[in-house]
């Protein structure tokens, strides 16, 4: 999902809170790390981990409750060509699945307003979180379970990735994978594998 389909981006909500560009790279640097959310995509829970960080942070609590209060403004960006591209494939009946590393609870947001906000993942048959499922990413379990979701085998399934080692990890299941560089270089890839793209 993020960055193939959407860019996420704290900036995109940080930039309304904290006027300042660079007390608002301090921010996202020191308080709201990228190790700090990462965590939350596995196994960790987000009010708890925020109740922590603010303890850590007084006089930043409103700040960071606000990371996963308004989380969908961090997803408010989409890239064109991808989305794009979901829609003609999903209009052209190839079976899509959404699969992310990302907090549990993005699974009740995709399968809620995210379909008013981003039309496209209506083309998704079904969504696997990380932190809702309980696997991630470039784990085996993962792929595992999404065939099993869908009824497919690894073998009949195409992984597209914009982290390697993601999609190295897709590669070793069955799967066949395309790291995701550019809306040019992964659409080329579907159409020399066959795909309406």
């Given at each position: 999902?993020?960055?193939?389909?959407?860019?996420?981006?704290?900036?995109?909500?940080?930039?309304?809170?904290?006027?300042?560009?660079?007390?608002?790279?301090?921010?996202?640097a020191r308080v709201t790390t990228?190790?700090?959310?990462?965590?939350?995509?596995?196994?960790?829970?987000?009010?708890?981990?925020?109740?922590?960080?603010?303890?850590?942070?007084?006089?930043?609590?409103?700040?960071?409750?606000?990371?996963?209060?308004?989380?969908?403004?961090?997803?408010?960006?989409?890239?064109?060509?991808?989305?794009?591209?979901?829609?003609?494939?999903?209009?052209?009946?190839?079976?899509?699945?959404?699969?992310?590393?990302?907090?549990?609870?993005?699974?009740?947001?995709?399968?809620?307003?995210?379909?008013?906000?981003?039309?496209?993942?209506?083309?998704?048959?079904?969504?696997?979180?990380?932190?809702?499922?309980?696997?991630?990413?470039?784990?085996a379990a993962i792929f595992d379970?999404?065939?099993?979701?869908?009824?497919?085998?690894?073998?009949?399934?195409?992984?597209?990735?914009?982290?390697?080692?993601?999609?190295?990890?897709?590669?070793?299941?069955?799967?066949?994978?395309?790291?995701?560089?550019?809306?040019?270089?992964?659409?080329?890839?579907?159409?020399?594998?066959?795909?309406?793209?």
């Open positions: 999902m993020g960055g193939v389909l959407i860019d996420y981006n704290p900036r995109h909500l940080y930039r309304k809170l904290i006027p300042h560009e660079a007390e608002m790279e301090d921010f996202l990228r190790e700090w959310h990462t965590r939350q995509d596995y196994d960790g829970d987000p009010a708890t981990a925020t109740r922590e960080l603010q303890a850590l942070h007084p006089g930043k609590e409103a700040l960071i409750s606000a990371y996963y209060d308004r989380f969908d403004e961090m997803l408010a960006h989409t890239f064109e060509p991808t989305t794009a591209l979901v829609e003609r494939l999903g209009s052209a009946k190839v079976p899509l699945y959404l699969l992310s590393n990302a907090p549990g609870f993005l699974d009740a947001w995709l399968r809620g307003p995210a379909r008013t906000t981003h039309p496209f993942v209506r083309h998704f048959r079904d969504y696997v979180v990380s932190g809702h499922v309980g696997c991630w990413k470039p784990d379970l999404t065939c099993r979701l869908g009824g497919f085998k690894p073998q009949d399934a195409v992984f597209i990735d914009d982290v390697l080692a993601n999609v190295d990890g897709a590669r070793a299941t069955g799967m066949s994978g395309i790291h995701h560089r550019s809306p040019e270089q992964t659409i080329a890839e579907l159409r020399a594998l066959g795909f309406p793209a």
